[in-house]
């Protein structure tokens, strides 16, 4: 690992000299009083306050590479240490500050084995929605993000709910709980969305637009055509969801179906046990005189295809790198259907 000293004050000059140093004295004039209220909250003496404001900076700006980021205490760090550190020792005695010292020594020990092994994308895996939650309930202690919640609320009601539990679990439970709840719900929330993705027919309007339409029985882009988009990935967990509407779709179509394009603009990946899967429903299809396309293969989703066997069961040519060409090709009648193909 190549360390570069003071990366974030290069290049140096005076008028970004001059505009640097304002903009310390106006850092200082808000972060001062911060860091003395935050020192009330974790038990310790007002100089730490200080300590914590001014010996990081000088850390940062020789270690660090960002010209934007603030390095200083904030109140949920506070609120961790109290919450835990008081039921070990009375906040502010010699013991306590012994037992502060040493998480700090801890914590910058585990952030370094972090910042070594690049373990920075675990951050990724908190979502705004639980990380206001989180605050939320630290706020209890003097942080309340009240206007957070209330955007949660209005924008989306069902993360606002996930947001809530986890302010509730830091106020009931503890802190550090209520971390390891943000990260699993956030997770979660992820593995939700590709669970359950939202799926959707094309069918063209009386002026002759692309319109998406809900993936309902029946539905159907013109007579012997459906062109479905499958909104994630595809994976194990997900798998039954593509082939079950597929086969649902040609068999509740008003006319037989003869060409089925699937839009795989959204999807970049094709697990094992998805293409056992798709390749079952290729079977089926076949005995049912369906021709499978697929259109907007990416490059990641074709290396799939062609590893697990999909490629060669579809074949080459019904697979294309955009959608108008697969619909030229299925209207045009020049590819084989599977009936075609398997003889």
Do not use: C
């Amino acid at each position: 690992m190549r360390l570069e000293f003071f990366a974030g004050l290069r290049p140096l000059s005076r008028s970004g000299a001059v505009r640097d140093v304002l903009a310390g004295v106006t850092l200082a004039s808000m972060n001062i009083p911060q860091v003395l209220g935050y020192t009330r909250i974790a038990g310790t003496p007002v100089v730490t306050g200080l300590y914590t404001v001014l010996l990081p900076l000088v850390a940062f700006a020789a270690f660090g590479s960002s010209r934007h980021l603030v390095v200083a205490a904030d109140s949920a760090t506070a609120a961790i240490f109290s919450s835990s550190l008081s039921q070990m020792a009375a906040p502010g005695s010699e013991k306590y500050m012994a037992l502060v010292g040493m998480v700090a020594l801890l914590t910058a020990g585990f952030l370094l084995v972090a910042r070594v092994v690049q373990l920075g994308f675990l951050a990724d895996f908190l979502s705004r929605t639980v990380l206001v939650g989180f605050l939320t309930g630290v706020g209890t202690l003097g942080m309340i993000d009240a206007t957070g919640l209330r955007d949660i609320r209005r924008e989306s009601p069902g993360e606002f709910y996930l947001a809530t539990i986890t302010a509730a679990v830091v106020v009931a439970v503890g802190v550090e709980q209520g971390i390891l709840l943000a990260m699993a719900l956030s997770l979660f929330r992820h593995v939700r969305h590709s669970y359950r993705p939202h799926t959707m027919v094309w069918a063209p309007d009386a002026e002759g637009h692309w319109l998406p339409a809900p993936t309902t029985p029946g539905a159907v882009t013109e007579p012997g055509l459906v062109i479905y988009r499958f909104g994630a990935d595809l994976f194990y967990a997900n798998d039954h969801r593509f082939t079950d509407e597929v086969r649902m779709l040609v068999e509740h179509a008003p006319t037989p179906v003869r060409w089925f394009i699937v839009d795989a603009g959204v999807i970049t990946d094709m697990d094992y046990s998805a293409a056992r899967s798709l390749r079952d429903l290729l079977d089926d299809l076949v005995r049912q005189k369906v021709g499978m396309i697929f259109a907007r293969v990416s490059p990641y989703l074709k290396s799939d295809m062609d590893r697990h066997g999909i490629t060669a069961a579809i074949g080459e040519a019904r697979i294309f790198p955009t959608l108008h060409e697969a619909i030229a090709a299925a209207r045009a009648g020049t590819l084989e259907t599977g009936e075609e193909r398997q003889r």
